[in-house]
């Protein structure tokens, strides 16, 4: 993900170092933006301007003592990131903001590993931001207009806004959230991920739940296509976190640690929920059968409603992220359509097997969707 955004901010004339472990990852990803600088329109002829903005090196300390702004995107590990963010302290000039891409880890842990607390942000950029050998659709590219700013309870006001402005000035919507586990948008996937990892353990396919998403519910994408997009050993990592946080419930399915256990990871091993052998795979609305979508919206509905009673988001800025990231149409416009007895019925159906799927209260004296929003 990192080399999507490094190519973002080098597309809107910034100049960028991009850091990694090893030469040939970064020849890699200089080889990844090129192709995607290809399938941008307006780079025609400029290509090899906008990648000489940016500067590949592995040598970290050289990197951030001419860095004005610093972004993180190391593997969702608490404590691999936590002893990122102690050398990028040590190592970048006192004034400078230091930011993470985390899609669902403490931005406050992070900021306590450094002596500038109040100079670190979450700047969360929804999905990645890039095309990855062709198989990533346009929705998805750099396009993608969401990104989440963290506000953390030591964040200065200034560093806040510097962080919003620089997403505004390549090209972004930057919509603040609160520092809780997965933040808004991927609090919702998550949910939507595990509810569609159970069902393919009850004996549905990939392609029809996939087909659902796009046809049922929407979505630009299918969740197993996002899943193999953003790696099954990230939604590893994310689904273990929230169970951590948040509780038992948001374990992963058995049948996805199968998977990362055999290897399958996705798109970047050539094989996930999907098979990429010969090319990424098409969705068609005829492989939508029998399985009914309200079985993944009815619990991400309910996942909502409890983060507005938690105080995580209201229901309108909840609208607002799903709507600028994986559910363009409207998250709760699209539930209004299916309609509230609908929702919490499919939840009594199935809470009838587990108490997980309960209603909760305020879902429960919902009488519209619509009211939801002024929650």
């Known amino acids: 993900m990192g080399h999507g955004i490094a190519e973002l901010f080098a ?3 910034y100049g960028v170092e991009l850091v990694d472990l090893h030469e ?3 020849a890699e990803a200089l080889r990844k933006i090129g192709r995607s600088l290809g399938m941008i329109e307006g780079t025609e002829g400029k290509e090899g301007e906008i990648l000489g903005r940016i500067h590949p090196t592995v040598n970290l300390e ?10 993180e995107a190391a593997t969702e590990k608490l404590e691999l990131k936590e002893e990122l963010f102690r050398r990028m302290d040590s190592l970048t000039p006192p004034g400078v903001v230091l930011s993470t891409n985390s899609s669902c880890l403490s931005v406050t842990r992070l900021a306590r590993a450094t002596s500038r607390p109040e100079k670190v942000v979450g700047t969360h950029f929804l999905h990645f931001p890039q095309h990855v050998d062709g198989f990533a659709p346009p929705q998805l590219t750099i396009l993608l207009p969401l990104v989440e700013v963290v506000r953390t309870e030591y964040v200065a006001e200034e560093a806040l806004e510097l962080a919003k402005e620089l997403m505004r000035r390549i090209g972004k919507v930057p919509e603040e959230v ?15 991920g595990l509810e569609a990892g159970r069902a393919v353990e009850e004996g549905f396919d990939a392609y029809e739940i996939d087909a659902s ?21 990230v939604a590893i990592y994310v689904s273990e976190y929230l169970a951590e946080t948040l509780g038992e419930e948001y374990r992963p399915p058995e049948a996805l640690r199968m998977m990362v256990d055999q290897g399958y990871l996705g798109q970047k091993t050539g094989r996930g929920f999907y098979d990429y052998s010969q090319g990424p795979p098409e969705v068609r609305r005829e492989d939508w059968r029998d399985f009914d979508p309200l079985r993944l919206l009815a619990p991400m509905v309910n996942e909502a409603c409890r983060m507005v009673e938690q105080g995580v988001a209201g229901g309108e800025k909840i609208e607002r992220v799903l709507g600028l990231s994986f559910m363009p149409s409207g998250f709760l416009t699209l539930a209004e359509r299916f309609g509230v007895e609908r929702v919490r019925g499919k939840l009594e159906e199935l809470a009838k097997e587990n108490r997980v799927y309960e209603p909760s209260p305020l879902l429960r004296k919902l009488s519209s969707f619509s009211a939801l929003l002024q929650a």
């Open 11 to 13: 597309l809107h004339g």
């Open 24 to 26: 040939g990852i970064l």
């Open 62 to 71: 050289e990197a951030l003592g001419r860095a004005d702004f610093v972004l």
């Open 178 to 192: 609160k520092d809780t586990p997965a933040f808004v948008g991927n609090r919702i996937l998550a949910r939507l």
């Open 213 to 233: 998403c796009l046809y049922g519910l929407e979505m630009p994408l299918g969740i197993f296509q996002m899943l193999d997009a953003i790696g099954l050993d």
